[in-house]
């Protein structure tokens, strides 16, 4: 799996967007981005995921660069519960191994 | 629908004692996994299920630790002669199909304490 670079940590102020960055210089054709948060004392969530083209759901959009090697999640509208520490994954969707190898994400924190 | 649920929340026992912790997978959902994470930690992978059967046990830490999962559906992780090392949140997952593994559904997990 390739590796990836988040920063420590973010700020952004409450309504604004928040963009989060990730390296992943090293990626393959066949691996695909992943995007999961923890929220203090709660299990993580997902976010979203994508292979090459822009991604949006209801919660996030995600940003993959045309060389594939970064990408960006954008939470449009931060929010206070938005307070979390954002893993961005990069890996194949098949292969002997399932689980979920989280790095040291980065610590967002929005604030009023 | 409901997410996926774990039971107890929180689980506080004595040295040498075994614990059973339950999982129960969004319904429909064939692969379940199980996790801990140790407090400030990252998440640790223990074993993987798709339908009955573990193809991926390999981060089960020793043999005082166990999983099994019946009908597809509910798991239980049992720990024996519990450590305080093992003191931390156990976290499971579901997921719609082996080959959709990477969107995981989390549970709230299950808080480990050994005293």
């Known amino acids: 799996d390739a590796k990836t670079t988040q920063p420590t940590s973010m700020d952004c102020a409450e309504g604004r967007a928040a963009n989060l960055p990730c390296n992943h210089s090293?990626?393959?054709?066949?691996?695909?981005v992943y995007w999961y948060r923890q929220i203090h004392s709660q299990g993580p969530q997902y976010i979203i995921h994508?292979?090459?083209n822009n991604e949006t759901n209801e919660m996030a959009s995600l940003i993959i660069t045309e060389d594939r090697k970064s990408s960006t999640l954008i939470l449009p509208h931060a929010t206070l519960r938005d307070t979390a520490v954002y893993y961005c994954i990069v890996r194949v969707l098949s292969g002997s191994a399932r689980q979920l190898t989280f790095g040291s994400g980065t610590q967002l924190t929005v604030l009023p | 629908g409901a997410g996926v649920s774990q039971s107890p929340s929180n689980k506080v026992t004595e040295k040498g004692k075994d614990v059973e912790l339950r999982c129960d997978p969004i319904?429909?959902?064939?692969?379940l996994y199980w996790y801990r994470q140790r407090l400030g930690q990252g998440l640790e992978f223990l074993i993987y299920f798709q339908g009955n059967s573990a193809p991926d046990k390999s981060g089960l830490p020793s043999d005082r630790f166990s999983a099994e999962r019946t009908g597809e559906s509910v798991s239980t992780l049992t720990i024996q002669r519990t450590q305080q090392e093992d003191s931390a949140v156990y976290l499971c997952?579901?997921?719609?199909?082996?080959?959709?593994?990477?969107?995981?559904?989390f549970g709230p997990g299950t808080r480990l304490t050994v005293t």
């Open positions: 994508g292979l090459k």
């Open positions: 319904s429909g959902h064939t692969a």
């Open positions: 997952a579901s997921s719609f199909t082996d080959s959709g593994a990477l969107e995981q559904y």
């Open positions: 090293t990626i393959s054709g066949n691996e695909y």
